[in-house]
């Protein structure tokens, strides 16, 4: 038991600078890049979409935030209206910026908005019914690989002195979704569930007190829009961001997604609700940037693991059950593991998860955490890491499927479905204490006051 529990701590660094607390000269660098698909592709986030896109509503971006301590320790963010970045897109990325710039994987944190209005992600080809799509879909793939290297680099080359703060607002329109019918548990609404209506805010100033940039987050999915939609957009994350750069014509506005995994924004349906909620939660920020915020003194001090989360041990009629039924939640997973043990080969028995934790000086807490979270890993930590200055962040990384708690997956539903993108299998219930002691771990190590 103790065995199985134990984290298999794949890679694992702390960057640590010297400097005292009270430093504030910090640098940032910024660039972004348009990363709307130019050819016809499929899109993302919902089965069933039978042809490309139709027409483009609101273009789509990769948006990159270089920030330097003053010991010269970096750290980058890199947001996207994408559905999310899987590890097989995410890390010949990472490499090629470290080839260019020096940065260590552990430095760089991606995340993406999930939006489902967005292209396909995929090396690999994602529909057999349409090959020519498939091409293009991996040849775009491709092509973001290069530009999000590209506008990396380039932000590395634009550091300018800044200061940094920090705020929180509120959104009303994330809903937990796992709506309990009388005999299960439907994507729906829940209104007495959990959801995480915070609203984290960093803003950015140049040497003269103007902003530059503004990070902010939510945590609800991006899927206003539904499986009829065939407009690219970046959903309500991407007219947030638009309305953001309309208000702040200096200053590069990035959305980062927070525990969205059971979460959808209520109402949903139409592209007006898209830009209506967008327009919210850009008010929102507008808001909380014209009230007095905290000040973020250095030094930045990241620790970074690829940690082995349990994943369950099914037997094999178990298997081939659900992967009989098209309606239960692990038909795909199962299916992918009815091949694993066709060719012979073993299930693997843990995936490797990425997990972060970005401490700015005593005033910031950053935790990116890989995969589709459930909120209920935002109390989890709340209580492991202490509730104050805290920011955490999902679909950081490596987006592979679902990270559910052990309630969700006791519970039962679509968040319980395993992995579907880079890996094969289901996660234990195991899992949710090995999240929660690395992360633990993780805000030790950078140096986060924690609670006894
Ligand atoms: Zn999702």
Excluded at 94 to 117: D, F, V
Excluded at 151 to 159: E, F, G, K, L, S
Excluded at 292 to 313: C, D, H, N, V
Excluded at 327 to 354: D, F, I, W
Aim: proline residues 5%; aromatic residues 8%; glycine residues 10%.
């Amino acid at each position: 038991m103790l065995a199985y529990l134990r984290t298999t701590a794949l890679f694992s660094l702390l960057i640590a600078s010297p400097l005292a607390a009270q430093d504030t000269a910090w640098k940032v660098g910024l660039a972004e890049a348009n990363i709307t698909p130019e050819m016809p592709v499929v899109m993302s986030g919902y089965g069933g979409r039978t042809k490309p896109f139709e027409k483009v509503a609101a273009e789509l971006f990769v948006k990159v935030m270089v920030l330097e301590d003053a010991s010269g320790q970096r750290g980058v963010i890199v947001t996207s209206d994408l559905l999310g970045f899987p590890a097989e897109v995410a890390e010949p990325i990472c490499e090629r910026i470290g080839k260019k710039t020096g940065l260590k994987r552990e430095q760089i944190l991606l995340n993406s908005s999930h939006t489902h209005a967005g292209p396909a992600i995929s090396l690999r080809s994602v529909s057999k019914d349409l090959p020519g799509e498939a091409q293009r879909t991996i040849e775009y793939t491709r092509q973001l690989q290069e530009k999000v290297v590209e506008t990396v680099v380039q932000a590395t080359t634009r550091m300018k002195p800044a200061t940094l703060s920090h705020g929180s607002g509120v959104i009303h329109f994330a809903m937990n979704r796992r709506e309990f019918t009388t005999d299960r548990i439907i994507l729906g609404v829940n209104p007495r569930g959990l959801a995480d209506r915070s609203v984290p805010i960093l803003r950015v100033a140049g040497a003269d007190g103007s902003m530059i940039a503004v990070l902010f987050g939510a945590a609800t999915h991006g899927t206003t829009l539904g499986a009829d939609n065939y407009q690219i957009c970046g959903d309500y994350a991407g007219f947030a961001q638009s309305y953001l750069r309309e208000k702040f014509a200096k200053a590069q506005a990035m959305f980062m997604l927070g525990c969205a995994g059971d979460s959808n924004p209520y109402p949903r349906g139409t592209m007006d609700m898209a830009k209506t909620h967008g327009k919210t939660l850009g008010v929102e920020v507008e808001r909380v940037l014209q009230a007095k915020l905290r000040r973020i003194a250095g030094p930045l001090k990241i620790a970074y693991s690829k940690t082995g989360l349990p994943l369950q041990t099914l037997p094999r009629e178990t298997i081939e059950r659900f992967a009989k039924d098209k309606r239960h939640p692990q038909n795909y997973a199962a299916g992918q593991m009815l091949a694993v043990l066709e060719k012979g080969s073993k299930l693997p028995t843990h995936y490797a998860c990425p997990l972060t934790v970005w401490q700015f000086g005593k005033d910031l807490t950053l935790v990116g955490l890989s995969g589709e979270v459930v909120v209920d890993y935002v109390p989890f930590l709340e209580k492991a890491l202490g509730s104050n200055h805290l920011w955490i962040a999902g679909y950081c990384n490596d987006v592979f499927g679902y990270l559910p708690s052990a309630r969700v997956l006791s519970e039962g539903g679509y968040e319980t479905r395993g992995l579907y993108s880079g890996g094969v299998g289901v996660f234990d219930p195991r899992a949710e204490r090995v999240v929660i002691e690395n992360v633990r771990d993780l805000a030790k190590r950078a140096e986060r006051m924690l609670p006894d």
